[in-house]
C-alpha cells in the first residue's frame, strides 16, 4: 500500500525557508529541517523552560513567545529560538534575608518600576499572573508571591517582553525560597525525614539504586510498596 502522503506547510526558522510536516511542534519541525538541537531544548514535555521562541504567523503582526515543544508551527510562521534571556541575578545568603519587602528593595529594586501593563502575564505560556505576582511582591505579601509563582518553569518570555525589564521569574524564586525557609509551616515528618538523609539513613539503598540499569529500576520503582497514611 502506497504510503499516505504527509501535508507540509511553510516555515521561517531564523530567516530560512524550510517544508515541515503539517502538525510538527517547532522543535520536530527544526529537527526534521536539519537543525541538531544542542541547546534551547531540554525535557521536550513542556516543564524545563529550556526552548523559549519568538515567532510572528503569517497575515498576524504580533511577535508571540511560547515554548518549542509546546508549539505548533503554522503555514507561513517566521521563527527564531532565544539562546537564554539575559537577566538580572543577585547572588544571596538566604540565611542572612528577611522574608519581607526590605528584602526586595535591596535586591531587585528594578521590581518597582512596574506600570502594571500586564505584558508578562499574556507573555507566559504556563498561563501564570505574572503582574499579580510581581504586585504581589511590591506589597510584601511573599507568601502570596510564591503561590501565584509555584508552576513557573523560568523559559524568560515575561522578562523578554517587560518593558521596565524586571526579571520576574527570579524574583519569584526568592520569593519562593524565602516562603519555604522563613513562612511555611513546618512538618515534623519532614524534619525527621531530612535528619535521617543527613545522617545517612538510605546511602545503602541508594548506592543499590544507583547501580541498577533502567529496566530493573523501572520494575523495582513499580513494585514499591506505597504507604497511605
Ligand atoms: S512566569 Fe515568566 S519565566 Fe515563569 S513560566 Fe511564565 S513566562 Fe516563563
Ligand atoms: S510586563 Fe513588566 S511592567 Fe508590565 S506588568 Fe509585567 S512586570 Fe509589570
Not at 67 to 96: H, N, R, S, W
Not at 98 to 108: A, H, I, K, R, W
Request: glycine letters at 6%.
Amino acid at each position: 500500500m502506497a504510503e499516505e502522503k504527509r501535508k507540509m506547510v511553510k516555515v521561517y526558522i531564523s530567516g530560512e525557508l524550510f517544508e515541515v510536516p503539517e502538525g510538527s511542534t517547532i522543535v520536530t519541525a527544526m529537527e526534521y529541517a536539519g537543525f541538531q538541537l544542542k541547546r534551547g531544548v531540554g525535557c521536550r514535555e513542556g516543564y524545563c523552560g529550556a526552548c523559549a521562541t519568538v515567532y510572528r504567523e503569517k497575515g498576524d503582526y504580533k511577535l508571540k513567545g511560547g515554548l518549542a515543544c509546546q508549539t505548533v508551527v503554522t503555514d507561513g510562521m517566521a521563527l527564531t529560538q532565544i539562546p537564554f534571556v539575559p537577566a538580572e541575578k543577585p547572588t544571596y545568603d538566604l540565611d542572612k534575608l528577611s522574608p519581607d519587602v526590605s528584602t526586595f528593595m535591596e535586591l531587585f529594586p528594578s521590581v518597582f518600576r512596574c506600570v502594571a501593563c500586564n505584558t508578562c502575564t499574556k507573555a507566559c505560556p504556563q498561563d501564570i499572573q505574572v503582574m499579580d505576582y510581581v504586585q504581589a511582591l511590591i506589597r510584601g505579601d511573599i507568601a502570596k508571591a510564591a503561590d501565584l509563582s509555584f508552576d513557573c518553569i523560568r523559559c524568560g518570555l515575561c522578562a523578554l517582553r517587560c518593558p521596565a525589564e524586571i526579571v520576574q521569574y527570579n524574583n519569584a524564586t526568592l520569593a519562593r525560597r524565602l516562603y519555604g525557609k522563613y513562612l511555611s509551616r513546618k512538618s515534623p515528618e519532614l524534619e525527621k525525614r531530612l535528619k535521617e538523609i543527613s545522617e545517612g539513613k538510605f546511602d545503602q539503598e541508594m548506592d543499590k539504586l544507583k547501580k541498577m540499569g533502567r529496566k530493573e529500576l523501572s520494575e523495582t520503582y513499580y513494585k514499591r510498596e506505597i504507604k497511605i497514611s
